[in-house]
């Protein structure tokens, strides 16, 4: 049985049209038409091959007319577009790939193909360092460097895989392991991927069976693995789609303490933890402890016994990074973190009156549903076209139908918006109409080459609007796509500490904004945190654990982080004027420390 064509699949054919026919410098009027299909096609909650299967009339959707509906019918039927194949033939074959080089739009890319010949990325690269590139009209020296780098940025990037597509592949891996593997009794993640890095080397699983043995044929056995690497009875590597590589290691549960220790790393932490316990007369690998003295090797079944025999209470994963959480486990300090349960709402959420998949209401009902004691709903502001932004007559209707809804739950409903803040740093509403919303979360969403110092104005201006609650996804970056903007981010963290501004970590797993050692020093300048989804679908709202991992590996407890206080202190600090915010956050903490410590 073949797989559906994807609402993704034909809206990347329509805007690699778009792209070839930009290219090629075709009819503006028809480039637009394929840009706009895609764009609507793109927030369908629904699947549009079904639709066509089931010969439904696809003019209907907005921007859908008679070429498109052919075209989604044709690729629907075949898996091919003539048209498309027609533009492909006429363009340089690898001519889409210049594409997902930044700084390089359609327009450049026309430019270095009719100037210079370039059809691939690596004679892009040669261009830009001969200094042909350069010559390209409205290229110049300094755009030709920044492309350059950028490659070379593509190519560090290649060999890791963002956090989220890892964790999908390992949760699909699994199933199918134990499917295919009656013996298996646990299979746990080790590696970068345990310790929740924001991108992924290899993918670390560690096996207990009652038959080892079994595990390593099995592994080597599915559909998903591309290639066999190593095949023993001990580990066993392969390669799977979409080319990440599994090593497996197999062992009994007597085992399990020190090979999940051992393999979970960091390199760094495990090294620090070798030498204390050389100390103490111990030796530590992957089967255990062994007593120098004597040769004896101790067993252990969890990790928390491992750590036990070296007189450290258990330490998180996520701390593991060969910093300074010996220190904390011996003198006793390690801190609390946040869990997932200490959340008590979501503040960053769309439907589908803007970018987001699902209907407003069944988006409240999902968050409901999560248990929270409130949440935000925050729909794009007017400025940002693409994600169909609400203009302050939607925003007030909205608002209307928000309020209704109160009334069905306990949750609070706070009505909020994600405004775009412009290049200037003003905001893409005026204050009047920020004045009608409950909660603003303000974000860069264009003209992010601004130099460093602009940037760094441009948001602490934002900072200063006495209607923004918090700073969304700050640094802008999509993981393996797009690099961070250029900011001063010192700067940033103490603007917000002195306005009583939040700022967010964006849970989106392509995102993880802000970054784990971002968010550790706003921790320490005692600046408030925000754990949100930035859900633009209802499945999206489980992505709070890859929020929350950034804000373990940065040492927060649940008193630094917003939205793990009830409602009535929540509203209490919302509420306050932001010249008091920092005060009253700052008790919060301090009452909060004081609880637990009684």
């Known amino acids: 049985m073949t797989t559906p064509i994807s609402n993704d699949e034909i809206v990347r054919l329509f805007n690699n049209m778009a792209a070839m026919l930009e290219i090629k410098g075709d009819s503006v009027f028809k480039i637009r038409a394929y840009q706009r299909a895609a764009n609507t096609i793109e927030q ?15 003019r209907k959707i907005p921007g859908v007319g008679k070429a498109i509906s052919e075209k989604v ?17 006429e363009l340089p074959p690898n001519v889409l790939d210049l594409l997902e080089v930044p700084g390089m739009g359609p327009k450049t890319v026309k430019a270095a193909v009719d100037e210079l010949g370039i059809g691939s990325v690596a004679e892009l690269e040669q261009a830009a360092l001969d200094g042909r590139l350069s010559q390209v009209p409205r290229m110049g020296k300094k755009s030709a460097d920044n492309i350059l780098r950028h490659i070379r940025a593509q190519r560090m990037r290649s060999d890791r895989t963002p956090l989220g597509i890892a964790s999908e592949t390992c949760a699909a891996v699994s199933a199918q392991l134990f499917d295919a593997c009656p013996g298996l009794m646990s299979l746990t993640p080790a590696g970068s991927l345990r310790r929740w890095e924001e991108t992924i080397g290899d993918l670390d699983l560690i096996a207990i069976s009652d038959n080892p043995s079994e595990t390593g044929p099995a592994l080597a056995s599915l559909p998903a693995v591309r290639e066999v690497l190593v095949h023993g009875d001990a580990k066993t590597s392969v390669v799977v789609d979409p080319g990440i590589q599994i090593d497996l290691r197999a062992g009994e549960p007597d085992s399990l303490g020190a090979m999940l ?21 111990l030796s530590l690998n992957e089967y255990g402890i062994t007593v120098m003295e004597t040769g004896e090797v101790e067993r252990f079944a969890d990790e928390a016994s491992f750590y036990a025999r070296l007189g450290l209470p258990w330490i998180p994963p996520e701390l593991r990074r060969g910093a300074d959480e010996l220190d904390l486990a011996r003198s006793g300090n390690l801190p609390d973190l946040v869990t997932e349960s200490d959340l008590k709402g979501d503040l960053h959420l769309h439907s589908d009156w803007s970018d987001g998949k699902f209907p407003l209401e069944e988006m409240v009902a999902a968050v409901a549903d999560m248990g929270y004691q409130y949440m935000a709903l925050t729909d794009h502001s007017q400025g940002l076209g693409v994600a169909n932004g ?67 104005q441009r948001i602490i201006r934002a900072m200063e609007n006495p209607h923004v609650a918090a700073i969304g996804h700050a640094s802008t970056r999509l993981l393996g796509r797009r690099d961070p903007v250029d900011f001063d981010i010192e700067a940033l963290l103490q603007t917000a500490r ?7 970590i964006n849970a989106a797993p392509e995102r993880l904004d802000l970054k784990d050692t ?15 989804t930035d859900s633009h679908h209802t499945d999206g709202l489980t992505n709070r654990r890859f929020g929350v991992a950034v804000a373990r590996r940065a040492q927060c407890g649940p008193e630094h982080i917003l939205n793990t206080y009830p409602p009535a202190e929540f509203l ?6 932001k010249a008091q915010r920092t005060r009253r956050f700052d008790a919060m903490v301090a009452s909060r420390v004081s609880e637990s410590d009684s």
């Open 390 to 456: 609400l203009t302050p007559d939607r925003l007030a209707r909205q608002i209307e139908v928000l309020r209704s809804l109160q009334d069905r739950y306990d949750m609070i409903i706070l009505c909020g918006s994600e405004v775009d803040i412009r290049a200037d740093g003003a905001m893409d509403f005026p204050d009047d109409v920020l004045a009608m919303l409950d909660w603003v979360i303000a974000s860069v969403h264009n003209a992010m080459t601004q130099h460093r110092d602009t940037m760094t």
């Open 261 to 281: 220790q051992y393999f979970t790393g960091s390199q760094q932490h495990n090294i620090r933890l070798r030498d204390y316990a050389n100390r103490q007369g």
């Open 572 to 577: 209490a600090w919302l509420r306050s004027p």
């Open 498 to 504: 002195e306005t009583g501004t939040a700022m967010e």
């Open 73 to 89: 019918q044709e690729y629907v039927a075949t898996g091919h577009v003539a048209a498309y194949d027609r533009l492909a033939e």
């Open 518 to 532: 971002n968010a550790a020093r706003a921790r320490e300048l005692g600046v408030p945190l925000v754990i949100n």
């Open 44 to 58: 369908l909650s629904w699947s549009l091959a079904a639709a066509a299967t089931a010969g439904d009339d696809l």
